[in-house]
């Protein structure tokens, strides 16, 4: 596979030369400068093309063009919306980058609730904390009907937690699940905005009377209207799978799992309506066993994101170490170099480690934990191959 990684743009820390020298081969980045819902033009994008490849590297895979909210619960522009995302993807294909990672995930683009759990080793990684996240719903954003998906005990646990919680822990944990997560991925809520909980309760606002098939309808529609495009320059569209995997905030949740990955490639039947594999967005449901499902949808496959997820008795996951976890990323591995070895894959979700702390990193995005990433899945790429190559003798 294409060893690739995620760059925020030339405002990034983590410099081009940086990822040359760790083995990089590909970027994987978007025009983040550029809201969401307008159209990327052609003369931006041969820009940061031309600034990549000036580096001795190719922008492999756009993560992500966005897709605006009102396409997802079909607003009264989303037509208007729809047609400058095509001109942009007719745009990015013209340029010759033919792979889009995207998400269909209402508001919430993914969700943790700790982005610096501490480990016995001095590191830290991203934590979800299903109590933490209980408390949040039923008494920061006090959604109605909340109490609905949470159990009597784990009720009483998030009204302890009320109890006990300080300001500057509630928030700090506002900031983890509705700000450090959310601005740098879609723009929804940004760093300076004042009061983001009432931005955010607007936002959900926008999904009343929104279930899972009409999401799933909103989906098909928005495929079917940018597949012509799609054809016409060979453009891969790759749905990244919901993270985590299960409802949230009473909003629906449609990419977790086996059913769902089917469902959505067989209703827009195009080879070009593909899959981004995350592997650990994957594995964050215990019910997901993660190697059978890359070896069911590898020829749907079009990127390929490897982390791992351990799943705690309460419902708790944390990020794990790329060579443990329940993704079983050296299977995961091992069936995409046999079956599908072109494929772009970037090592997700790094811990934070060594000077990455005080760096200001994205959430999850760290340097020196996402290079340890890489080159643990490296050394299994190049394991993999030689299993290969001594099969074929």
């Known amino acids: 596979m294409e060893k690739t990684w995620r760059w925020f743009g030339k405002k990034d820390k983590i410099t081009l030369n940086m990822l040359k020298q760790i083995g990089v081969e590909g970027i994987v980045t978007a025009l983040h400068d550029i809201p969401n819902g307008e159209v990327w033009s052609l003369e931006a994008i041969a820009d940061m093309k031309q600034y990549i490849e000036s580096a001795g590297l190719r922008w492999s895979v ?5 897709v605006s909210e009102s396409i997802k ?32 995930m209402p508001v919430l683009d993914w969700a943790r609730t700790d982005l610096e759990y501490k480990w016995s080793d001095g590191s830290s990684s991203l934590y979800f904390d299903k109590i933490k996240f209980a408390y949040f719903e039923l008494y920061v954003l006090q959604r109605k009907d909340a109490k609905n998906d949470y159990t009597v005990e784990e009720q009483s646990l998030a009204k302890k937690m009320k109890e006990t919680i300080t300001e500057e822990e509630k928030d700090k944990l506002i900031d983890a699940i509705i700000v450090k997560t959310q601005g740098f991925v879609n723009g929804n809520i940004k760093e300076n905005d004042k009061n983001p909980v009432a931005i955010f309760k607007n936002l959900l606002a926008l999904y009343k009377g929104i279930d899972r098939e009409k999401l799933r309808q909103n989906l098909m529609y928005f495929l079917e209207k940018i597949m012509p495009v799609c054809d ?9 799978p919901d993270d985590p995997p299960r409802s949230l905030l009473g909003l629906p949740r449609i990419v977790t799992n086996e059913t769902d990955i089917e469902w959505l490639l067989k209703a827009v039947d195009n080879p070009h309506n593909g899959l981004t594999f995350c592997a650990g967005s994957l594995s964050a449901d215990s019910q997901n066993n993660v190697p059978v499902l890359a070896k069911k949808f590898v020829s749907r496959t079009k990127f390929v994101h490897l982390r791992s997820t351990n799943i705690m008795p309460n419902g708790d996951f944390i990020e794990a170490s790329h060579l443990e976890g329940r993704a079983n990323l050296i299977e995961v591995v091992r069936i995409f170099e046999k079956e599908n070895p072109s494929l772009p894959m970037r090592i997700d979700h790094g811990r934070l480690m060594l000077d990455d702390a005080d760096k200001g990193y994205n959430a999850g995005y760290s340097f020196h934990g996402r290079m340890l990433g890489l080159a643990q899945m490296d050394g299994v790429m190049a394991t993999v191959r030689n299993e290969i190559k001594k099969q074929l003798i």
């Open 73 to 104: 619960y079909a607003g009264q522009d989303r037509d208007k919306l729809i047609d400058s995302y095509i001109i942009s993807l007719a745009n990015l294909g013209r340029a010759g980058i033919k792979t889009i990672c995207y998400n269909f």
């Open 232 to 240: 016409e320059y060979g453009i891969d569209m790759c749905i990244h």
């Open 62 to 66: 756009v993560e992500s063009l966005p």
